[in-house]
Nanobody, 122 residues
Framework: VQLQACGGGLVQAGGCLRLSCAASGRTVGIYHMGWFRQVPGKEREFVATISVSGRTPDIADSVKGRFTISRDDAKNMLYLQMSSLKPEDTAVYYC????????????????WGQGTLVTVSS
């Protein structure tokens, strides 16, 4: 499956953004999906994952209560709603997909989007 993330941009601290990830090539309904982020010079960081069923998503403690992951399989889309953004949320955000949930959580998905930059100003 091919993934393309978009929706990043510049936002002030406390603001909101919604990232979108469009899937093509195969129906996204058979894939577990997730969001990761990376700051230059640092390792890629887990943000959130959502299973095929969409129930009980996993959310990183650093964003829990502020970020929500969701999916719309009818539209082949994955979303990340981000609120109460902080400067430390500044990063390139990547969407990922794999048929193996553990690979998604571990950051070893076979499919990755190209990344979208989120910059949060203080």
């Amino acid at each position: 499956v091919q993934l393309q993330a978009c929706g990043g941009g510049l936002v002030q601290a406390g603001g909101c953004l919604r990232l979108s990830c469009a899937a093509s090539g195969r129906t996204v309904g058979i894939y577990h999906m997730g969001w990761f982020r990376q700051v230059p010079g640092k390792e890629r960081e887990f943000v959130a994952t959502i299973s095929v069923s969409g129930r009980t998503p996993d959310i990183a403690d650093s964003v829990k209560g502020r970020f929500t992951i969701s999916r719309d399989d009818a539209k082949n889309m994955l979303y990340l709603q981000m609120s109460s953004l902080k400067p430390e949320d500044t990063a390139v955000y990547y969407c990922a997909a794999d048929s193996n949930y553990r690979k998604v959580v571990a950051g070893y998905s076979d499919s990755w989007g190209q990344g979208t930059l989120v910059t949060v100003s203080s």
